[in-house]
């Protein structure tokens, strides 16, 4: 289904037509084998594997930093983004407070493991991508009265950037880099 590593490993590794290749040293994918087959799992095992993944995260960031420069993110039509939900309690991070877990996500799977919106938040660019009717009500509210500007970017793809409204009505809208006004 809805997973973003088998989206990744499709479309952005190898040498697809018309894009770029990730090279796989710089995939860090998260090792569920600790959790049930079924997603689900007992807080300390979710921990354990948000510290293994915050632990590989780090010692990617190393040569940058600590810092993410890209991040891509989509959004649900609740607003949730990286595991980050509505009204949810907020996450516990691990040792490196890179990532943080949850057991009772209100979208399956229930055991999720996630960067965290310090995480986030720190990193030097993000993008937030979403399409589909589902998602307008979203869009709408998070970009409400921000203006904007029409830019014409690479394959005639056109894009809308516009400053989002405070406070962040949704947790996809919290995802500021560096502090600025996301756009």
């Known amino acids: 289904g809805d997973s973003n590593m088998g989206a990744l490993r499709q479309h952005l590794s190898g040498t697809p037509?018309?894009?770029?290749?990730?090279?796989?040293?710089?995939?860090?994918?998260?090792?569920?084998?600790?959790?049930?087959?079924?997603?689900?799992?007992?807080?300390?095992?979710?921990?354990?594997?948000?510290?293994?993944y915050g632990a590989s995260v780090a010692a990617a960031l190393a040569g940058s930093g600590g810092r993410i420069d890209l991040c891509l993110l989509g959004f649900g039509p609740d607003g949730h983004t990286a595991?980050?939900?509505?009204?949810?309690?907020?996450?516990?991070?691990?040792?490196?407070?890179?990532?943080?877990?949850?057991?009772?996500?209100?979208?399956?799977?229930?055991?999720?493991?996630?960067?965290?919106?310090?995480?986030?938040?720190?990193?030097?660019e993000c993008v937030l991508v979403g399409s589909g009717a589902g998602k307008r009500a979203v869009l709408g509210a998070v970009f409400a009265g921000?203006?904007?500007?029409?830019?014409?970017?690479?394959?005639?793809?056109?894009?809308?950037?516009?400053?989002?409204?405070?406070?962040?009505?949704?947790?996809?809208?919290?995802?500021r880099p560096g502090g600025r006004g996301a756009t």
């Open 17 to 52: 037509e018309g894009g770029c290749a990730v090279p796989e040293g710089q995939v860090r994918a998260i090792d569920y084998g600790l959790l049930a087959t079924d997603g689900t799992a007992d807080d300390a095992a979710a921990a354990a594997v948000a510290a293994s």
């Open 83 to 124: 595991s980050l939900f509505p009204g949810h309690a907020p996450l516990p991070a691990d040792p490196t407070g890179y990532c943080a877990h949850l057991t009772d996500s209100p979208k399956p799977p229930p055991c999720r493991i996630t960067l965290t919106l310090g995480t986030l938040n720190d990193a030097r």
């Open 146 to 175: 921000g203006g904007g500007r029409d830019t014409m970017g690479p394959g005639g793809v056109a894009t809308r950037r516009r400053r989002m409204v405070d406070p962040a009505p949704y947790p996809c809208a919290e995802v």
